[in-house]
């Protein structure tokens, strides 16, 4: 005999559906595995944000993974919440399609737009504010059995009556009926209870991100607020449902379309490997050759004598690490970008790691000889990453939009667009959402908000304790404080609250994108995927950080006016190192120089006194929080100066430490 407890959880909401969850993907994963659960499904509202974390966080702990979206039906009889699962890549593909359509549409759908997008989705019935409960309720039984009828034909033999427990009133009794109704419909119930976090404990700050998204105080009675934490993970028995005599939820047949749904609808997505769009190769080679060729005739360009010889033997190491992990593609593409810029006259550089390789001094991405300035490659990649390298190009800022409008015309409205950026809640934000729930005045919030100053401003909300004295300067004795504390305290560390184009991130796809994630424009009319950068590397795709820069701006119009003026056309690559320019960096006159005129950075000018690329490179890597809080900085001024002697831990070090 099947023991009756629920396995499967087919009906999730985390944080991603922004004020309607309070957990994140991974935070629900591991409930479900603690109480038993085997699968578990993520039906965000409107979004797939948390595809990557779930599948990632399930395949850790053990548990299988569905994907889904829960989409708003706009009928004649109202707007109600459907959730929708896909039974494959491809109905994650029109899951997508209907998200996007939905944001385009201020967040609703129609039953002709489902009717069109309908290939390879399961859908529910909907839970509590689904159009079974809110039409039933209203008694309005005719209206609903409509819409039901309507639903089958859109969702032949994938159409499923949802059963949910919250322990409201009529909870057990609305079961019941359900179940029934679908027995004369002909339709299989499922068990589905619908989750919005994980623990019980979480009912307060998910009633707080609801008052929030609804602009209500706690205070303030509405009908669409938690009435108790009946939607939290349940335990897989609903001991509390099940004491008050049997549930519809746990009836050996529901659970038997409970467990065959969630078969119908597992599948594997995450890829096992990086798919960059087709470069751009002459029709007699191959992408290897190509890039071969284009390598070495820079080669025997830019080296002569022994240099040649030390870099070819470097050319060919990385040659043979870009072959062995498959992204001969991904080094084409950005030279194909940098050699658009190029061509049009436009100003433009890799920079950070990407300067350690040879491969993209050569093909003209980076400008620094790795060479000449020793610089380590496998800072940059190496044979045991996966994972593409950063690849940071900065990009005249006047002209920034240029590039980008080539890049999409290159390789197609289709396949090209930003990632974006989870915003996350640090302490002053956390506080005005939470404090607005809370009925706390505006002129307080901001009082409080900048009373957490450079200190605490960088603090996560479940760090609130830390900054305890800015709540007690501003909010005193006053008994919302330790609420206000409570739920911040109660948030994981990065609790997402919505999601924002990247500076600079261009996604690349071999396919369109729309295979991958839900597109949308952004307010500024930008493509934009629903994936940060590291959710779309996991999901097999590229990017390419493609950075305005104001400085490249400038020295882009000097060169102009110095041709203007000289007719001399000035190459910036390799530009002469002369004395006068380190003299003045030496005595701290470096205002309008990019990166080194800040007055830290001019401080350490002075004291450092750079002479060459190398000391420059340095004192600019000492300006950061690692070296500032380790105490790093000064020993290393001293040191660099003669002024204190140098000291290794153990001889055989000082090859590898004695640069820095």
């Known amino acids: 005999m099947m023991d009756r407890k629920l396995r499967h959880l087919l009906n999730t909401h985390s944080f991603f559906s922004f004020g309607g969850g309070a957990s994140s993907p991974s935070r629900l994963v591991e409930r479900a595995k603690e109480l038993g659960y085997e699968h578990l499904a993520l039906t965000d509202t409107n979004g797939v944000y948390g595809a990557v974390e779930l599948h990632e966080s399930t395949k850790r702990h053990g548990l299988k993974a569905s994907i889904g979206a829960t989409v708003h039906l706009d009928t004649d009889f109202g707007t109600f919440s459907l959730p929708l699962l896909a039974a494959n890549r491809n109905g994650y593909r029109v899951l997508n399609e209907l998200c996007s359509i939905a944001h385009e549409r201020g967040g609703t759908v129609t039953l002709p737009i489902l009717e069109a997008h309908a290939g390879d989705i399961h859908a529910l019935t909907g839970g509590r504010n689904g159009f079974l409960a809110q039409l039933l309720g209203a008694r309005k039984h005719k209206q609903a059995r409509a819409l039901l009828d309507d639903l089958k034909g859109v969702f032949p033999q994938r159409l499923w009556v949802q059963l949910f427990f919250d322990n409201y009133p009529g909870d057990r009794r609305r079961a019941r009926y359900l179940r029934r109704l679908s027995r004369e419909e002909r339709l299989p119930a499922v068990a589905a209870p619908e989750v919005r976090y994980a623990t019980t404990d979480l009912m307060p700050l998910y009633d707080a991100l609801v008052c929030a998204r609804l602009g209500l105080s706690t205070h303030t009675p509405e009908r669409t607020r938690p009435q108790n934490d009946g939607q939290a993970i349940p335990d897989p028995y609903l001991t509390l449902a099940s004491s008050l005599g049997e549930v519809a939820l746990l009836l050996p047949d529901v659970l038997e379309n409970t467990e065959a749904l969630a078969e119908t609808t597992t599948f594997e997505l995450l890829p096992d490997r990086l798919y960059p769009p087709k470069a751009t190769v002459p029709r007699d080679l191959t992408a290897e050759a190509y890039l071969e060729q284009r390598c070495y005739q820079a080669l025997l360009d830019r080296y002569r004598g022994t240099a040649l010889a030390e870099a070819r033997e470097r050319l060919e190491h990385e040659l043979s690490v870009v072959r062995s992990v498959g992204f001969t593609e991904f080094f084409l593409i950005a030279a194909e970008i940098t050699d658009y810029c190029r061509s049009r006259g436009i100003l433009a550089s890799g920079r950070g790691s990407a300067a350690a390789s040879i491969l993209c001094y050569l093909l003209g991405i980076t400008q620094a000889d790795p060479v000449e300035h020793d610089l380590l490659f496998e800072r940059f990649l190496h044979g045991g990453r996966r994972s593409p390298p950063d690849i940071d190009i900065d990009i005249s800022s006047s002209r920034r939009n240029e590039v980008l409008t080539w890049v999409e015309e290159r390789f197609g409205p289709q396949a090209e667009a930003m990632v974006c950026n989870r915003i996350t809640y640090y302490l002053p934000l956390a506080v005005q959402d939470l404090g607005r729930a809370l009925g706390i005045p505006p002129e307080v919030r901001n009082h409080l908000s900048k009373a957490l100053g450079r200190q605490h401003r960088h603090r996560r909300p479940h ?40 500076s600079g991130g261009v996604i690349l796809s071999r396919e369109p994108l729309i295979h991958y994630s839900p597109v949308e424009r952004s307010s500024g009319g930008i493509r934009l995927i629903k994936f940060d950068k590291d959710d779309a590397e996991a999901l097999g795709l590229i990017k390419l950080d493609l950075l305005g820069l104001r400085m490249l701006g400038a020295i882009e119009r000097t060169r102009e006016e110095v041709y203007r003026t000289e007719k001399i056309w000035l190459e910036v690559r390799d530009p002469p190192l002369e004395d006068q320019v380190w003299r003045s960096l030496q005595e701290g006159d470096t205002m309008g120089l990019f990166q080194i005129e800040s007055p830290a950075q001019v401080r350490m000018s002075v004291g450092l006194r750079p002479e060459n690329l190398t000391d420059l490179a340095h004192q600019i890597a000492l300006v950061r929080p690692g070296p500032i809080q380790s105490q790093a900085v000064h020993p290393y001024v001293r040191r660099r100066r003669g002024l204190e002697a140098v000291r290794y831990l153990h001889e055989s070090l000082e090859p590898i430490l004695q640069k820095t």
């Open 463 to 502: 760090q609130a304790l830390e900054a305890l004295e800015a709540f007690d300067e501003v909010l005193g004795d006053a008994p919302v404080k330790d609420t206000l504390i409570r739920l911040l305290r109660s948030m994981e560390p990065k609790f997402v609250r919505h999601i924002a184009p990247h």
